[in-house]
């Protein structure tokens, strides 16, 4: 009579590899479910303004829109590295650092309130101040903060003078009272840095003398527009005082 051969090795590999099949299947479905919990959870959520003007000066400074230095254009067939590179020129190095500047002095005579109300010398009364004023001299030349078209000028709104606003993109607005504006005109573009007017008066803030009042507004919501450009600045004495808690 012939012996029935039981292949134990056999089966006990196929019961091992039977396991390990079910684990992965497991592990891919967990994995499927926590990615799409994730992706759940995030969509949706508004990025704040800050956050957006700090994505925009990273982007810029890592990938400029116009190469930096001369292309390297005798690269060796065989992948090697060339013998001589071109340093990137130092003004466009300069120019791709400078997004964002002081558009006159550096000393802030009224801080941005954050939604809280202020005291106006001039008006009497509290209320919100959604600027910074740049304390400056009747006549001063104020410049762009940053790269933009000029979409509006006011020559003379009652309470705040001569307003100027440029889009500089990215959803970022800046609106600077108390400019006179003399040969540019809506639809211009400038540049950071260029000269946009001169220092004129502000009705509803001339107690407070000659200063600049701009503000910044990503997606039409008002930002800090000291932390906005990034620039170092100083407050004159006491001025945080004048903001009620």
Partial sequence: ?????????????????????ALAVCLVAVGGVAIATFYKSTTGIKPKPTDIINRITTEKRINPTQPVGKVVTDVPKDNTTPTTIKAPDSTTIAKAADLFILPLSNEIICEYSNNKPVYSKTMNDWRVHNGVD???????????????????INKK??????????????????????VTVSSLKEGDTVKVGDAIGSLSDIPCESAEGPHLHIEILTNDEYVNPVEAIGREVKYSTGITSTIKK
């Fill in 157 to 178: 709104d009652v309470l705040w003078g001569a307003i100027v606003v440029i889009n500089h993109g990215y959803g970022i607005e800046s609106r600077y009272c108390g």
């Fill in 1 to 21: 009579m012939g012996h029935i051969k039981f292949d134990k090795g056999s089966k006990g590999k196929r019961n091992f590899n039977g396991f390990y099949l």
């Fill in 134 to 152: 740049f304390k400056g001299t009747k006549g001063q030349s104020v410049k762009a903060l940053a790269d933009g078209e000029i979409v509006s």
